[in-house]
């Protein structure tokens, strides 16, 4: 049987929290349970580098993530869980495939146009003031990601989809110009994804500093909970589930009877108080035994590592004869006797 490849990155720069969860890890741990699929993980340690200088940072939020996806039951023997740093064909990839992509390309990418626009508003005279190589060409080292194990499938947030579409624009130049290696990769958004919103009501994201870190302590997560903002109605008034934080959190967990039940007490008035008691209570016995397994990982680093470099070997028996392929294909190559 011919398994659909299907391929996720996790850049390296913060704490797994609870959006993180229910947006993307939770989907991906179950996928890589799935005979029909052959899923790659990997921790995207050289993406970090484009928004991340401090080294500490980069490096225990490697060691976290992987402890993370470990705990929470990822099938490595089915899917392939690696290091982006451990794999040097991917870098070696993307400087072939820098080659043939167009800088015009480049230059439509969305954080690119944002940095850019962001100058001009604020009355820079260089437009690029500020904006690295690295983030220039990220679409590029992306590309080589997916391209290098010939992903079909790449879930993906709405932010990225372009990316993906830059990928398939830069393996159809490649293979016009060289040959047909590469295969081209098919963005996938979740319908019925979760967004969860975090503290202060926005979006729950590390650059709104309003995240609940997937395996808080237990006080510690009690006491953010009761921080996540409300509006003022009194014990009794009826409540709206939707726009609630308290609920859209309650929803990402909860069964669909639960979350039925859970409307109608919102309807009959519930206390804010109450409600944040649920909450705390059901996210608590929901995770601590991930927690107790995650705390367990932190302390055997070397386990993790362990797993990293079998990931990695499984991941380069695919990357070493592949880019042999390609650098033939260019005319980097030994010449034979």
């Known amino acids: 049987m011919n398994k659909a490849i299907v391929l996720t990155g996790i850049t390296t720069t913060g704490t797994p929290h609870l959006g993180n969860y229910v947006g993307a890890i939770r989907p991906a741990i179950a996928a890589s349970k ?12 050289y993406h970090a580098l484009i928004k991340c200088q401090e080294p500490t940072r980069v490096q225990q939020s490697s060691f976290e993530i992987a402890a993370t996806w470990l705990a929470l039951g990822l099938d490595t023997d089915n899917a392939v869980f690696y290091r982006q740093s451990d794999v040097p064909e991917i870098m070696e990839l993307t400087w072939i495939l820098t080659c043939v992509a167009s800088k ?5 990418a969305h954080a690119y146009k944002a940095a850019v626009a962001d100058n001009e508003q604020s009355g820079e005279n260089d437009p690029d ?19 290098m194990f010939k992903a079909n499938k790449v879930p993906v947030g709405k932010d990225q989809i372009q ?12 293979n016009h110009i060289y040959g047909p290696h590469f295969a081209l990769p098919e963005a996938v ?13 926005r979006k729950m994201s590390k650059s ?16 953010l909970i009761n921080k996540i903002v409300t509006n003022s109605l ?6 709206l589930t939707e726009g609630c934080t308290l609920f859209s959190i309650y929803q990402a967990f909860a069964s669909p009877d639960e979350i039925v039940q859970m409307r109608e007490n919102y309807a009959n008035g519930m206390g804010w108080g109450d409600m944040k008691k649920i909450l705390f209570d059901y996210l608590n016995n929901h995770l601590a035994p991930a927690r107790e397994r995650y705390e367990v990982l932190l302390q055997r680093p070397e386990h993790i590592e362990e797993q ?12 070493v004869p592949f880019l042999q392929e390609i650098r033939k294909s260019v005319g980097i190559h030994r010449i034979s006797s």
């Open 189 to 201: 958004i979740a319908e019925h994804g979760a967004t969860l919103t975090g503290l202060d009501g």
């Open 234 to 239: 009194l014990p009794g008034e009826p409540k």
């Open 308 to 319: 990293l470099q079998e990931g990695a070997k499984k991941a380069r028996a695919v990357s």
């Open 129 to 147: 003031k500020g904006i690295t190589m690295g983030l220039f060409s990220y679409p590029i080292l992306m590309a080589a990601d997916i391209l």
């Open 34 to 45: 799935e005979a029909s699929l052959l899923p790659f993980y990997f921790l995207a340690d």
């Open 208 to 223: 709104y500093q309003n995240t609940i870190p997937l395996f808080e302590p237990e006080k510690k997560l009690r006491k």
């Open 104 to 108: 015009g390309l480049m230059n439509r």
């Open 163 to 174: 990316h993906i579409e830059m990928a398939r624009d830069i393996a159809a130049r490649f």
